[in-house]
């Protein structure tokens, strides 16, 4: 069991610095690869940037090339028109989403 100041320590030391020049993408995220599944065409790659884990579904071919193992550290990189959002204090984790082609839900 690795403790969270000694993961947070490695995670800051090992750290890429941020290059926004070749993407307008803005939200990255520090990740420890928690697992991995692949078949003949996809992969799914399980990943934490945080206490909750992720879920990254890409081709089989992406995540060979980019030779990601379980306890490795990656950025993940995330650019969405759509937010999903939910109201925790009712337990809903998902109560709708929005885009700029539909509007809130309220």
Not at 49 to 72: C, F, H, N, Q, Y
């Amino acid at each position: 069991m690795v403790e969270g100041e000694h993961l947070a320590a490695h995670l800051a030391a090992t750290a890429a610095p941020t290059r926004h020049a070749t993407s307008s993408a803005r939200n990255r995220f520090t990740s420890l690869v928690t697992g991995i599944k692949k078949d003949t065409v996809m992969a799914q790659l399980r990943y934490r940037p945080g206490r909750t884990g992720w879920v990254s579904l890409m081709s089989r071919e992406a995540l060979d090339e980019l030779g990601l193992a379980i306890g490795d550290i990656a950025v993940a990189v995330v650019k969405s028109t759509t937010v999903n959002r939910g109201n925790p204090s009712i337990g809903d984790t998902c109560a709708g989403s929005s885009s700029p082609r539909s509007p809130p839900r309220h």
